[in-house]
């Protein structure tokens, strides 16, 4: 087993690198928004964010789903019992916070 200094010092670094590429992707987003309005206008950006709204939320539910059908079996096969509900959670999660994010 690793020393714990290493380990928390691995799990801080990659708490960092996580953060700054939410940081990193929201900043994209941003310019990818004001350009798209600016280049489409008011009513073709609106048709464009409810089609981007649709198919998240269709690919978020389409993952869920499977996550939440594969828990069980992934669970036997990684021999991790308690895995299964965690990934019933997370499936929930991909639904609910894929929708609440955009």
Known sequence: MAPTSNSRAHA?????IQVGARIGMLLL?????????RRLGTAEY???????L??????ATTLAVVIAL????????????GIA????????D???GTVAGI
């Open 54 to 59: 649709q198919m998240a939320g269709m690919l």
């Open 70 to 81: 594969a828990a069980q079996p992934l669970a036997d096969l990684l021999r991790s019992p």
């Open 12 to 16: 801080a670094a990659g708490s960092v």
């Open 94 to 96: 991909f639904a609910l």
């Open 29 to 37: 987003g941003v310019v990818l928004m004001g350009y798209l309005a």
């Open 85 to 92: 509900p965690l990934l019933r959670i997370l499936s929930a």
């Open 46 to 52: 609106g048709r464009y964010a409810v089609s981007m």
